[in-house]
């Protein structure tokens, strides 16, 4: 099906809509609906200046985008060298197949929301080209069946729009967002979840950064205890004794230098507090809740002390089985809905699990007790792996049945 045939009016007899697409788009009818505000302070504080949930995003982005996609027609068969399959592996002219793939996962991650825009030479034919747009300058215009009416897009002064579908909200923009429970046209991000962890973890991390540059090591007191005269320093005295210390043994550079004292003066070192000597733990627990919100096992950033799973390749495995392929296979679903029938009819893009190398120790298990299944016929075998039947497949060996 063209993305033209979408867009053709349907009469009114044959059109099912939802009861309550026009009470959600009631006082918002042809006015853009704004992104949410959060969306530069997450970018900000959750990404560019946390290192975990950097990490984190960098890490299920990547390996989402490095999955190869198959194509199979109505009746199942496999195409290789399709016109689509060209299209996700060369998007457009400045990216490649996963780099762009990595920037709608990530896009998806920060803000919950991820737009790709399809270019077509005309307007009945497929597209020809895919871009992933910023999130923040895309805004919904919803339109009065509760389904978005046009999608504007805004950097600076410049502003351009995409109309959709008035009865089914179809458009040559992709709008795959997250499920937000107080929002009905945008997604909710995990970085959001993670906000409160975040800014723990970013806390934690400050108060590291003050303590090096105080000397690299905790604060203490100079305490003035003279044996004759003045009980107090003069407010001159005070001064010069505080410009000497900035100068002299503040910042990491003067880390251990020996403080020499004068004039009644002594050092007296203040120990750490139990609330100060966590600030290590509660930094890992903050690291952890970020991590679970993003759905990446522990160990995979970096807390070692986490014993969730036996070992890395276990932490991987899981990695995929729980995040990456749910989250692939929800673009994956995006795309069979939208960008598929603009190819054709019958057309599914599917996920190549079995060159995922992750999933090798779970895929050899699943072949090996297939294989020991003496009891299964070759195509019920065939079936619990993912293959297709095949003519004769359906008879028991002898071996089996015992003839």
Known sequence: MKLAELFKAKKPAEVKAS?????????????????????????????????????CVSEVARAASQIPWLLYDAEGNELEGHPLLALLRKPNPLQGGSRFLESVFAYFQIAGN???????????????E???????????VPGAGGVPSAYQYAAGSQKVSWPCDPITGESTILHWKAFHPLDDWYGMAPLEAALTAIDQHNAAANWNQALLEHAARPSGALVYAPKDGPAQLSEEQFRRLKDELEENYAA???????LILEGGLEWKEMGLTPRDMDWLGGRNRAACDIALAFGVPEQLIGIT?????????????????????????????????????????GLRLDLDRDEVQALTLRRDAVWDKVGKAGFLTLNERRAALGYPPVDGGDEMPESETGD
Not at 252 to 258: F, I, L
Request: proline share 10%; with cysteine; net charge positive.
């Open 305 to 345: 002390e986490s014993k969730t799973y036996a070992n890395m390749a276990e932490a991987r495995l899981a990695l995929y089985e729980d995040t990456v392929l749910p989250l692939a296979q929800q673009l994956c679903d995006e795309m069979n809905r939208w960008l598929a029938p603009q190819f054709g009819e």
């Open 19 to 55: 009861k309550a697409g026009p009470v959600i788009a009631y006082t918002q009818v042809g006015q853009p609906r704004w992104t949410p505000r959060r969306y530069d302070a997450l970018a900000e504080a959750g990404f560019r200046r946390n290192v975990i949930a950097w990490r």
């Open 130 to 140: 895919l871009y992933a747009l910023r999130p923040d300058r895309v805004k919904i």
């Open 114 to 128: 991820a737009y790709i825009e399809a270019v077509a030479p005309e307007t009945d034919a497929p597209p020809r």
């Open 252 to 258: 990491p550079r003067h880390a251990g230098r020996p």
